[in-house]
């Protein structure tokens, strides 16, 4: 039986972390055994060459297997498309090296800590997850990450800096739109939009002052006595998606963190440790441990106040009581935001949620994130809901609020003026594949790129056989 993970099996993960290995592999390519599985390695043939990357018939063979151990359909999937997708991935990385976009070893070590962590948790034990993957240690299954992981990676930066400045005008949307016939236009699933009213039980200052202090130890712990301060952060910090790989992020001026951290990441040169400071999260020093031009490789720890059971059942009461004062009429839900929500985010608009995909007010059902489904998938139109825990998997404080859907939206075709953000995105795609596919054609023309005799009949979408 597959094992699952929180509703995917194990396999499904990896593929979706980008990091699966065919298992099973040698029995489906006819293997009887370890010898036999050898000689298929050892005498595996060269599909394609692009740059410094080699791609083995196997690699194309292992894709296939994991395209059908996830469940997807392979009945159109043909060795040609495999093999064209395995070259374009290896024409990004190569040319992300050439152009000094580099991926360092610890960031790479870093998401390969988190994929074992997260395997081991839900598989059980690190012996189970390397009998389950048919590896005979740690450090060949780290050796296999560590290379697929780099070729993703470096893939992935790529293809960000090929699209990081294109940007569609209103005008560019509305010739999109209207360029598409009337009876192909896409139609948009339901959608809600959803507003809250949020309460932050604050720390006494007692408890900060305590966080401060330790942080503060542990800094001087580092300055004067050489200790290290990723051991210190596996040991001490509360931010449970970088504690695995002790504190580390890498990060530019553009990178989604909060405007405190990035503004103190970036006042220190490389080596420094900053004074403990506050964000929304809670405490912080700041370790910068390598700085390459506009990106740098820093290390934190936060650690977060405890808050007493009294300040957590007064922020539940409040909520309590302006939910009473909406239902009563005193105020509009709006209003009741504007006025007593402390999330500076949504308070001013009253109450209403962005959707971090494209910052639009709606959420499609079908695509929505589980716990945010999860908050209001019972509640009726004009029903408030009580007050709800929500804790913060990045470590910060838990907070209180109380919901609302504020408009409901069946699926329909897409209208021009009522979904203008997602035509925009729309656009936006088409604009960022065609400057995507015309960079590939050039690159294709400047890269030793070699197709072995057996697949240049195939009908590459790219000009991978040059004529």
Same mark, same amino acid.
């Given at each position: 039986?597959?094992?699952?993970?929180?509703?995917?099996?194990?396999?499904?993960?990896?593929?979706?972390?980008?990091?699966?290995?065919?298992?099973?592999?040698?029995?489906?390519?006819?293997?009887?055994?370890?010898? !036999?599985?050898?000689?298929?390695?050892?005498?595996?043939?060269?599909?394609?060459?692009?740059?410094?990357?080699?791609?083995?018939?196997?690699?194309?063979?292992?894709?296939?297997?994991?395209?059908?151990?996830?469940?997807?359909?392979?009945?159109?999937?043909?060795?040609?498309?495999?093999?064209?997708?395995?070259?374009?991935?290896?024409?990004?990385?190569?040319?992300?090296?050439?152009? !000094?976009?580099?991926?360092?070893?610890?960031?790479?070590?870093?998401?390969?800590?988190? %994929?074992?962590?997260?395997?081991?948790?839900?598989?059980?034990?690190? #012996?189970?997850?390397?009998?389950?993957?048919?590896?005979?240690?740690?450090?060949?299954?780290?050796?296999?990450?560590?290379?697929?992981?780099?070729?993703?990676?470096?893939?992935?930066?790529?293809?960000?800096?090929?699209?990081?400045?294109?940007?569609?005008?209103?005008?560019?949307?509305? %010739?999109?739109?209207?360029?598409?016939?009337?009876?192909?236009?896409?139609?948009?699933?339901? #959608?809600?939009?959803?507003?809250?009213?949020?309460?932050?039980?604050?720390?006494?200052?007692?408890?900060?002052?305590?966080?401060?202090? %330790?942080?503060?130890?542990?800094?001087?712990?580092?300055?004067?006595?050489?200790?290290?301060?990723?051991?210190?952060?596996?040991?001490?910090?509360?931010?449970?998606?970088?504690?695995?790989?002790?504190?580390?992020?890498?990060?530019?001026?553009?990178?989604?963190?909060?405007?405190?951290?990035?503004?103190?990441?970036?006042?220190?040169?490389?080596?420094?440790?900053? #004074?403990?400071?506050?964000?929304?999260?809670?405490?912080?020093?700041?370790?910068?441990?390598?700085?390459?031009?506009?990106?740098?490789?820093?290390?934190?720890?936060?650690?977060?106040?405890?808050?007493?059971?009294?300040?957590?059942?007064?922020?539940?009461?409040?909520?309590?009581?302006?939910?009473?004062?909406?239902?009563?009429?005193?105020?509009?839900?709006? #209003?009741?935001?504007?006025?007593? !929500?402390?999330?500076?985010?949504?308070?001013?608009?009253?109450?209403?949620?962005?959707?971090?995909?494209?910052?639009? !007010?709606?959420?499609?059902?079908?695509?929505?994130?589980?716990?945010?489904?999860?908050?209001?998938?019972?509640?009726?139109?004009?029903?408030?809901?009580?007050?709800?825990?929500?804790?913060?998997?990045?470590?910060?404080?838990?907070?209180?609020?109380?919901?609302?859907?504020?408009?409901?939206?069946?699926?329909?075709?897409?209208?021009?003026?009522?979904?203008?953000?997602?035509?925009?995105?729309?656009?936006?795609?088409?604009?960022?594949?065609?400057?995507?596919?015309?960079?590939?054609?050039?690159?294709?023309?400047?890269?030793?790129?070699?197709?072995?005799?057996?697949?240049?009949?195939?009908?590459?979408?790219?000009?991978?056989?040059?004529?």
């Amino acid at each position: 039986m597959t094992k699952k993970i929180n509703g995917l099996s194990v396999i499904a993960f990896f593929a979706m972390m980008g990091i699966i290995r065919a298992q099973g592999a040698d029995e489906a390519m006819g293997a009887k055994d370890t010898t !036999s599985t050898t000689k298929k390695i050892k005498l595996d043939g060269i599909a394609a060459v692009v740059g410094d990357y080699v791609i083995l018939e196997s690699d194309i063979d292992k894709t296939l297997i994991d395209l059908k151990n996830q469940g997807a359909s392979t009945e159109d999937i043909t060795r040609c498309s495999l093999l064209g997708k395995l070259m374009e991935d290896r024409l990004y990385a190569h040319q992300a090296v050439q152009d !000094s976009l580099l991926v360092s070893d610890d960031m790479v070590n870093a998401q390969s800590d988190r %994929q074992i962590q997260q395997l081991t948790q839900q598989i059980g034990s690190v #012996e189970k997850m390397l009998s389950y993957y048919k590896k005979a240690d740690m450090e060949s299954f780290r050796e296999e990450l560590f290379e697929i992981n780099k070729l993703r990676m470096l893939s992935e930066k790529m293809q960000g800096k090929i699209v990081e400045e294109i940007e569609v005008t209103p005008e560019e949307v509305r %010739q999109f739109f209207y360029k598409i016939p009337e009876d192909e236009r896409p139609v948009f699933g339901a #959608e809600l939009e959803i507003a809250q009213i949020v309460k932050q039980p604050e720390a006494p200052e007692e408890e900060k002052q305590k966080v401060i202090n %330790q942080l503060k130890e542990i800094r001087q712990d580092v300055l004067e006595n050489d200790a290290s301060f990723k051991v210190k952060a596996i040991l001490y910090t509360q931010d449970g998606a970088s504690r695995a790989n002790g504190g580390l992020y890498s990060m530019t001026k553009e990178t989604q963190f909060v405007k405190e951290f990035k503004d103190v990441a970036f006042s220190l040169q490389e080596g420094e440790i900053s #004074e403990p400071f506050e964000t929304i999260f809670g405490y912080h020093i700041i370790f910068v441990e390598k700085v390459r031009g506009q990106e740098r490789d820093i290390r934190h720890i936060l650690m977060t106040p405890e808050i007493p059971q009294s300040a957590i059942d007064k922020a539940t009461q409040e909520l309590d009581t302006i939910r009473q004062q909406v239902l009563d009429g005193k105020y509009t839900f709006a #209003e009741a935001a504007i006025n007593f !929500s402390d999330e500076k985010e949504t308070k001013f608009d009253g109450g209403l949620l962005r959707n971090p995909i494209n910052f639009d !007010s709606r959420f499609e059902l079908t695509k929505m994130d589980p716990t945010l489904y999860n908050q209001v998938r019972d509640l009726k139109d004009g029903e408030i809901s009580r007050p709800i825990r929500e804790d913060d998997q990045r470590g910060g404080s838990p907070k209180f609020k109380i919901m609302k859907i504020s408009n409901r939206y069946d699926e329909h075709e897409a209208d021009f003026a009522k979904d203008y953000m997602k035509i925009q995105e729309l656009a936006l795609r088409e604009k960022q594949f065609k400057a995507i596919k015309g960079w590939m054609d050039e690159h294709i023309d400047d890269t030793y790129i070699h197709v072995d005799t057996e697949s240049r009949d195939c009908d590459f979408a790219n000009n991978w056989v040059k004529q």
